[in-house]
């Protein structure tokens, strides 16, 4: 079987030493110097709040950090070039069009985590996915060893197949939404995979796949990681509960990023409390409004 068509069928592969460890290293380095020792706010994709970092007994970050790739401000441009070379790198950007028969992906979002946060079960397309649905994919990126101690990321392999209907309160509730799934893996344990991730090595998953990241059993340990979710370039971007989204792009040595100028702005706090409330609750007027504009709401 090649390596597309166990992709296909299990809906995730994971490749060993993919991203070259130099990369990871210039990375952690801008990070533990300027990222970690910042008091600015930043926007946390674990609380979907603008906050400043709050460090565990360990010096970790509790919380992570949504969009780091278009973080703003000439103190993050080290950072910000360090996490795109990653990010765009052939071998990553290679292998995505061969386990896909997709090309040109573009980075749609980005994630940083310095400790686990324990994301609940899900599927991306719920959340963000191309349109057609399907298309997008999610990236995983280990940054060091992981301790199986840390909270490990698992995914239930063959699951990109499984359309799970969502109730009217389901549809427009992130929670209820997230208990179902819930429901559906305890129900489904067997299924389970938790792959033992070193550092550089990364899994890929269709949007359909559900996975998550189990609770943190050691706080000592940390869980250094990328996420990204990337698309093809001749798809539309929205999720599968009829969201459509004008999509504003960047470049980076040929390849394209989505625009989300991560500048912290006090009014930004309001703004992001009422679009989330918006995209939670009323995902269609949402997406209108998006389409109208034709802005990001980091805004």
């Known amino acids: 079987m090649t390596e597309k068509e166990a992709y296909s069928q299990a809906g995730y592969k994971h490749f060993k030493s993919l991203i070259p460890t130099e990369l990871i290293d210039s990375l952690m380095t801008e990070y533990n110097t ?3 020792p910042s008091t600015d706010h930043y926007f946390r994709q674990s609380t979907q709040k603008w906050e400043k970092n709050s460090l565990n007994q360990f010096g970790y970050c509790n919380q992570s950090f949504l969009d780091p790739h278009d973080f703003q401000g000439e103190k993050h441009s080290k950072l910000v070039n360090a996490l795109r070379k990653i990010y765009f790198h052939n071998n990553l950007t ?3 069009e061969s386990l896909t028969g997709d090309k040109n992906f573009n980075l749609m979002q980005s994630m940083l985590f310095d400790k686990n946060t324990a994301t609940r079960p899900h599927q991306d397309w719920y959340y963000l996915d191309s349109v057609p649905k399907g298309h997008l994919v999610g990236v995983w990126i280990a940054l060091e060893d992981i301790n199986p101690e840390a909270g490990q990321f ?5 699951t990109q197949n499984k359309s799970l209907p969502y109730k009217s309160d389901e549809k427009i509730s992130d929670v ?3 208990d179902m799934v819930e429901r559906f893996v305890e129900e489904n344990k067997d299924l389970i995979v938790t792959p033992a991730m070193k550092k550089g090595d990364v899994i890929i998953w269709n949007s359909g796949l559900i996975h998550g990241a189990s609770a943190t059993l050691n706080s000592k340990y940390s869980r250094k990681s990328l996420t990204a979710h990337m698309m093809p370039d001749n798809c ?4 599968d509960r009829g969201l459509i989204v004008d999509v504003e792009y960047s470049n980076y040595q040929g390849r394209k990023y989505r625009r989300l100028l991560q500048t912290y702005k ?3 706090k309001f703004t992001h409390s009422i679009s989330n409330y918006l995209s939670n609750h009323w995902p269609h007027f949402y997406g209108t409004v998006l389409k109208t504009v034709g802005k990001n709401p980091n805004k």
Do not use: A, H, I, R
């Open 34 to 36: 300027v990222l970690l």
């Open 94 to 96: 290679q292998t995505l």
């Open 154 to 158: 698992f995914v239930l392999p063959t």
């Open 176 to 178: 209820k939404y997230k």
């Open 236 to 239: 539309q971007f929205g999720n």
């Open 266 to 268: 006090s009014k930004l």
